[in-house]
Nanobody, 125 residues
Framework: QVQLVESGGGLVQAGGSLRLSCAAS????????MGWFRQVPGKEREFVAA????????YYVDSVKGRFTISRDNAKNTVYLQMNSLKREDTAVYYC??????????????????WGQGTQVTVSS
């Protein structure tokens, strides 16, 4: 049974940084693409970043390019999201997700079979 557990969320001032972590268990982590999504109340879940299995190719939504960095440590079964220069509009619940099978990076939520419980990120002005 796959489990994903996020941590690292919190309250930060605009311009600050946070690093989110997502620890995975239940199957061979290195074989699956991992993604980060976010959601605010009343809106659909939004793709933020993904990193492929194998080469670890990253992919970002335009709004976070140059500010966020996704990485993975296959030895620790963990994916990270380093968030710098945070803005108020980054406030959301952040979820990590794992694809259903070995795939290239994708922003499509339906291609991710497993989700964490989410961690709140709040950016104040």
């Amino acid at each position: 049974q796959v489990q994903l557990v996020e941590s690292g969320g919190g309250l930060v001032q605009a311009g600050g940084s946070l690093r989110l972590s997502c620890a995975a268990s239940g199957r061979t982590f290195s074989r699956y693409t991992m993604g980060w999504f976010r959601q605010v109340p009343g809106k659909e879940r939004e793709f933020v970043a993904a990193i492929s299995w194998g080469l670890g190719t990253p992919y970002y939504v335009d709004s976070v390019k140059g500010r966020f960095t996704i990485s993975r440590d296959n030895a620790k079964n963990t994916v990270y999201l380093q968030m710098n220069s945070l803005k108020r509009e980054d406030t959301a619940v952040y979820y990590c997700a794992e694809t259903d099978r070995a795939r290239p990076v994708t922003a499509t939520p339906s291609l991710y079979d497993y989700w964490g419980q989410g961690t709140q990120v709040t950016v104040s002005s």
